[in-house]
């Protein structure tokens, strides 16, 4: 019985899944969006949505919490420069993961993982449809006159 297991293996021991993880959560923050397989990216997701938290409160400890797992340091400076600065005001779900398809070779399932706040294109439709955004009614129901007000249609 698997009662409580709760991590994915990904046919791997733990210290090449510890490597695989860190590598792809280097990817991601470095390129913000790289292409993998869904089981990898549903363990990445667990893996880097709480080093993103952390990232927002800029303390040595919080630093070195992240270089631990990440063991780079460029990738540990993008993440507390550029990635906790747009994620500041969001209180999780920093990843999205977008299914692709199968892969041709051996029809494993594909996807994208990106960070949210780096897709410009999501973002510029989310600014165009809150301007464009007007509020509509229907117009056959009419309103009630006020108190004091005498209606000319109830009177006819």
Excluded: W
Excluded at 22 to 29: F, G, K, Q, V, Y
Excluded at 71 to 79: I, M, S
Excluded at 90 to 112: F, L, Q, V
């Amino acid at each position: 019985m698997r009662h409580g297991k709760k991590n994915n293996h990904l046919g791997r021991k733990e210290g090449h899944r510890a490597a695989m993880l860190s590598n792809l959560a280097i990817s991601l923050i470095t390129h913000k969006r790289i292409f993998t397989t869904v089981a990898k990216a549903k363990a990445l997701r667990v893996f880097v949505e709480p080093m993103i938290t952390r990232s927002k409160a800029d303390s040595t400890h919080s630093r070195r919490m992240v270089f631990a797992d990440l063991q780079n340091k460029e990738a540990v400076a993008e993440l507390f420069r550029e990635v906790a600065v747009k994620v500041a005001d969001r209180p999780g779900g920093y990843t999205r993961i977008i299914k692709t398809g199968n892969r041709p070779g051996d029809a494993a399932e594909m996807c994208m993982i990106e960070l949210v706040d780096f897709n410009e294109n999501l973002l510029k439709d989310k600014s165009s449809k809150k301007a464009a955004k007007t509020t509509r009614r229907r117009g056959g129901k009419k309103a009630a006159p006020k108190a004091g007000e005498s209606d000319s249609s109830a009177a006819e």
